[in-house]
């Protein structure tokens, strides 16, 4: 049995840059450019690596994790 998985393809991206630079009349230079990136075949250990944090709002009670079992936490708040 092969340690390696044999269905696993290299990850690569691709990245490329097309620009138009126009000397117009009246001495007005146009330059107009295209940016793009594709990755194919990338790993992803962490899911939503670069997911911003959820904040919990201290106006809402109760959102936040805690340990305490809810009716303890119930009581302790009457």
Not at 8 to 37: E, M
Not at 45 to 51: K, Q
Request: glycine letters at 6%.
């Amino acid at each position: 049995m092969p340690s390696n998985d044999q269905f696993y393809r290299d990850a690569y991206i691709q990245q490329w840059n097309f620009t138009v630079q126009k000397l117009a009349p009246g001495n007005l230079l146009v330059d107009v450019g295209y940016v793009a990136s594709k990755g194919t075949a990338l790993s992803v250990t962490l899911p939503a690596m670069n997911r911003p944090f959820e904040v919990v709002d201290p106006r809402t009670p109760g959102l936040a994790l805690t340990t305490t079992p809810t009716s303890a936490r119930c009581a302790a708040s009457t």
